[in-house]
C-alpha cells in the first residue's frame, strides 16, 4: 500500500474483478521484487516496537500470518522472540530468508517451495521458522502458540466471502486457551479516492531506475479496493514494465471484533495507536487485542 491519496482526485469508474474469481494472494509474488522499496518510502507506521513489546511477553511461540519478507518478524526474532512466520508466497518468504542472512541470523540456502525453512539465530535456543501455507488453514497443531499476531493490514488480504471466518477459526485452533491475538488494519484503504495512471514513487534500488505508475479502483458495497500497479523499470538505457493488482477488503473494527468474538475470544482492547491509546473513528490504526477462551 502507497502513499496517502489526494483527496481532490477524480473518481473514476469502478472496475475491480469479481470477488468470486479471484483471491486475495494474487499479486504477491509479482509484489515481493518491490515490497521493501516501496515500503522504505511509505510506511510511517511505528509498528514494530509494538509487536516486539507484545511478543517479548508471549508464554511460548509466536505466529506471524503474512509474515512475507520479514519487516517484523525479523526484529522480533533477533530479540529472542521464539518465532514462525507463514506466508503464501514463495517469492517473499526467499527476500525473508536473504534478509535474515544479511542481519546474520540465517545460514541456510532456502529451497522454494518447502512446508517450512529453518533459519538459526544466535540470539534465541530455538531458531524462528518461516513456513508456506494458507493463513485459511494453518498447517500445525492445535494449541501450539501462545500468541498469533496480524499485523499491517494481512487480513484486509482476504477478499472472498468467507475467508476471514475461515482465518479465524484457524486462529482459534492453533492458539492456546488465554492466549493473545492482536489484529492491526489499515483504516485509510477504504477511503481512497480513485484515480487512473497517477505517477506515486520514484527512485533507484538496485541499479535501476523504478517508477511506481498506480491506479485505484473501489466498490464500496463489497468494501474492496483494487491498486492496479506498474513498476518500470530502467536500466542503461532500457525498460521493462511490471504489472499486478493488489485487492483488500476491509471490515470495521466493530465488525472485526464481532467476528473475533464469534471465533471464539474475548476482546480485551481496541487501541487507536501503537502507544495504547483508546480507538475512536478518527484513529490512524486500527489494533484489535483478544485472548482465547478457556475451555
Known amino acids: 500500500m502507497t502513499s496517502h491519496p489526494n483527496p481532490k482526485s477524480r473518481t473514476t469508474e469502478s472496475r475491480i474483478p469479481n470477488p468470486k474469481s479471484r483471491e486475495g ?82 545460514a541456510v540456502q532456502p529451497r522454494l517451495p518447502a512446508p517450512a525453512l529453518r533459519i538459526p539465530n544466535p540470539e534465541s535456543r530455538i531458531p524462528p521458522r518461516f513456513v508456506r501455507g494458507d493463513i485459511r488453514a494453518l498447517p500445525f497443531q492445535a494449541r501450539s502458540f501462545a500468541m498469533v499476531m496480524a499485523p499491517y493490514g494481512i487480513l484486509q488480504s482476504l477478499i472472498r466471502p468467507g475467508d476471514v471466518t475461515a482465518a479465524l477459526q484457524s486462529v482459534a485452533r492453533v492458539v492456546k486457551p488465554g492466549g493473545t491475538f492482536g489484529i492491526d488494519l489499515a483504516p485509510d484503504v477504504p477511503k481512497w479516492r480513485e484515480y487512473r495512471n497517477r505517477v506515486q514513487l520514484r527512485g533507484k534500488a538496485r541499479g535501476a531506475q523504478l517508477t511506481l505508475i498506480e491506479s485505484v479502483t473501489q466498490d464500496r458495497r463489497r468494501r474492496l ?65 483478544a485472548r482465547r477462551k478457556r475451555a
Open 225 to 289: 479496493t483494487t491498486f492496479e500497479q506498474r513498476y518500470v523499470e530502467r536500466r542503461g538505457g532500457r525498460s521493462r514494465e511490471h504489472r499486478f493488482d493488489l485487492t483488500f477488503h476491509t471490515l470495521s473494527v466493530p465488525q472485526m471484533a464481532r467476528q473475533v468474538e464469534r471465533a471464539g475470544f474475548l476482546v480485551d482492547a481496541v487501541l487507536g495507536d501503537y502507544r495504547g491509546r483508546a480507538w475512536d473513528d478518527r484513529a490512524d490504526v486500527w489494533i484489535i487485542l
Open 25 to 106: 494472494w494474487q499479486g504477491w509474488d509479482e509484489y515481493a521484487p518491490f515490497y521493501d522499496w516501496e515500503n522504505a518510502r511509505t510506511l510511517g507506521r511505528r509498528d514494530v516496537p509494538f509487536w516486539r513489546r507484545l511478543a517479548s511477553g508471549a508464554r511460548g511461540p509466536v505466529l506471524e500470518l503474512g509474515c512475507g519478507t520479514g519487516r517484523v518478524s525479523l526484529p522480533l526474532a533477533r530479540a529472542g522472540v521464539e518465532l514462525v512466520g507463514i506466508d503464501r508466497s514463495a517469492p517473499m518468504l526467499a527476500r525473508a530468508v536473504r534478509r535474515a542472512r544479511r542481519l546474520r541470523i540465517a
